[in-house]
């Protein structure tokens, strides 16, 4: 059974930093395709990075240069670097993970972990 289990939410001013992880289970992970998407309240839901089971990389236009997202394989970990934090960044942030970079990218992917609480202040 695919789990996703998020962690490193917390709140944070303005201009300050967090790491979000996801550890993943119960999957061959090197295989799939991952992703981080959020939703502030009263808002869609917001594909926010992306990596490749090859390691490529994409980004919403709203976090590049500030989000960097990695993973790593030998300890079927994702994480999600987050500097310069903004008040609008505030959300509640899923891991996904899809053997397609394509549902991933789309917004669709197959498995979703339960969030982590991202809040910024000012």
């Known amino acids: 059974q695919v789990q996703l289990v998020e962690s490193g939410g917390g709140s944070v001013q303005a201009g300050g930093s967090l790491r979000l992880s996801c550890a993943a289970y119960g999957y061959t992970y090197s295989y799939y395709s991952m992703g981080w998407f959020r939703q502030a309240p009263g808002k869609e839901r917001e594909g926010v990075a992306a990596i490749d089971s090859d390691g490529s990389t994409s980004y919403a236009d709203s976090v590049k240069g500030r989000f960097t997202i990695t993973k790593d394989n030998a300890k079927n970990t994702l994480y999600l670097q987050m500097n310069s934090l903004k008040p609008e960044d505030t959300a509640m942030y899923y891991c996904?993970?899809?053997?397609?970079?394509?549902?991933?990218?789309?917004?669709?992917?197959?498995?979703w972990g339960q969030g982590t609480q991202v809040t910024v202040s000012s």
């Open positions: 996904a993970a899809d053997v397609s970079i394509s549902r991933v990218r789309a917004g669709s992917p197959l498995y």
